[in-house]
């Protein structure tokens, strides 16, 4: 079954399914997928019966997203249904849905459950989770990436047309280069995080995953919407820049780039630029050391205070609890202090005028979305390093204010996927989507 959200949609209108028939479908594919630990919780009958009965005897024409089912990163709530983060010690039960699923509601779409991720949103890998390692939709030896990791692979797995993942440090892009989904982490502030656990709280972004780019386009206009309960929400004011038919983009410098030691990767992000290249762009390469330098902030600065801050009962009461990596990681949040937010506010405020001046210039900036991609194995041995690797070209994001969409760009000869990622300013969103269009028509 198609679960592409125009095609669903068409269906819909024409008869040719029905809600029910839908869930179905994605009922026997999770319990066929059980193995690769994608969900935390799946709704029951009785739990779907309101959402689907409330669209019954209505016109799909008056709901964009009438009948489309969709899937909720586990920190984020949905009305009625347990909240964890990824930790059963924290489960709540919350009484309404965050802000931003219950504008998808709205528009008619249907939750299908709740999806593992690394624990209270720390890490870019999908291992760091008591309810299993969520596992490669392509291959499972691999990490399917984190920390929204059943986000992308129920998605890739066609248990949902689209998914909410989170982004603090690259949760809702590094999952979509595994898994060869598109992953849009918008503007911060331009999608609500009320009823959003924090990570970070001052950064966090809720974030949408799909197969394809109209799918990823309906969604966030359904998203984008003010919640003047989140002190963080922003009016999405949409930039009036333009895509061109010659247009110029970034990319690191040659010696700044890193792939680890992953060849093919080098070798497609190279194949992505020309390809750039062959549609009218001119790739100009330019020095990625401000960008690098402030994503090395997100764990060494202040910043990693805010994960400290979010869950402080749990890990000062029951630390025991909480997976010791991510635990080691948060722990040293409750050391920072001031004169450590001031140097590293400074050194941000610096870079962030760098990159004024490189979007002012350039239309965007192209990187490869992680510099490779390891086995769940490899992972376990060494979790800490190798999570830094795959943060390489995601961690600056939000620090510095940005907008950014992960995009496919090709297979290794294992069938392993590559991607890639546009970068603009905030606010950018249609010139990403612009790009990624021409570049995924191509």
């Not at 047309?161 to 598109?182: C, E, K, M, Q, Y």
């Not at 924090?198 to 206009?221: M, W, Y």
């Amino acid at each position: 079954m198609n679960l592409n959200i125009n095609t669903l949609r068409e269906n819909y209108l024409e008869n040719k399914t029905s809600i029910r028939e839908v869930i179905s479908f994605i009922q026997t594919k999770i319990e066929e997928t059980k193995n690769h630990n994608i969900w935390i919780y799946t709704l029951n009958e009785d739990e779907l019966e309101p959402y689907i009965k409330n669209l019954e005897g209505k016109n799909p024409n008056d709901f964009p997203l009438y009948g489309i089912p969709f899937a909720i990163k586990d920190n984020i709530d949905l009305a009625n249904i347990p909240t964890t983060a990824g930790c059963a010690e924290y489960k709540y039960i919350p009484k309404e849905s965050a802000f931003v699923v219950q504008q998808l509601i709205n528009a008619g779409a249907i939750p299908i459950g709740k999806t593992n991720l690394d624990q209270f949103a720390t890490g870019l890998v999908g291992t760091r989770s008591p309810y299993g390692e969520c596992k490669n939709s392509i291959n499972p030896e691999y990490i399917s990436g984190g920390s929204s990791s059943g986000s992308a692979v129920c998605v890739a797995l066609e248990m949902a047309s689209f998914s909410l993942g989170t982004d603090t440090a690259g949760s809702g892009r590094v999952p979509a280069a595994f898994n060869n989904l598109i992953g849009l982490k918008a503007s911060k502030g331009v999608v609500s995080t009320s009823g959003v656990v924090p990570a970070c709280r001052s950064l966090d972004c809720v974030t949408v995953f799909a197969k394809e780019l109209n799918s990823i386009e309906t969604v966030f206009e359904i998203m984008n919407a003010y919640d003047e309960k989140d002190i963080y929400s922003r009016v999405y004011t949409p930039s009036k820049k333009e895509s061109k038919k010659q247009f110029s983009f970034a990319i690191p410098q040659k010696s700044q780039l890193k792939f680890f030691g992953d060849d093919e990767a080098e070798k497609l992000f190279f194949q992505a630029v020309k390809k750039f290249e062959s549609l009218g762009g001119k790739a100009v390469e330019i020095d990625y050391e401000p960008f690098n330098q402030s994503a090395n902030l997100l764990y060494s600065g202040p910043w990693v205070s805010e994960r400290f801050i979010a869950i402080k009962e749990v890990i000062t009461k029951t630390p025991q609890v909480i997976n010791e990596t991510v635990r080691t990681i948060i722990s040293s949040g409750q050391n920072k202090d001031a004169i450590n937010y001031f140097e590293s506010e400074y050194i941000l405020k610096t870079n962030r005028k760098i990159a004024d001046k490189i979007f002012a210039n350039f239309d965007f900036m192209l990187t490869p979305t992680t510099g490779t991609i390891y086995k769940i194995d490899e992972v376990n041995a060494d979790p800490i390093q190798l999570n830094t690797n795959l943060g390489y070209y995601t961690n600056f994001m939000n620090l510095l204010d940005l907008s950014a969409i992960a995009i496919p760009a090709g297979f290794r000869e294992n069938g392993l996927p590559f991607g890639v990622t546009i970068v603009a300013d905030a606010f950018d969103e249609k010139i990403l989507l612009d790009y990624s269009k021409k570049y995924l028509k191509a």
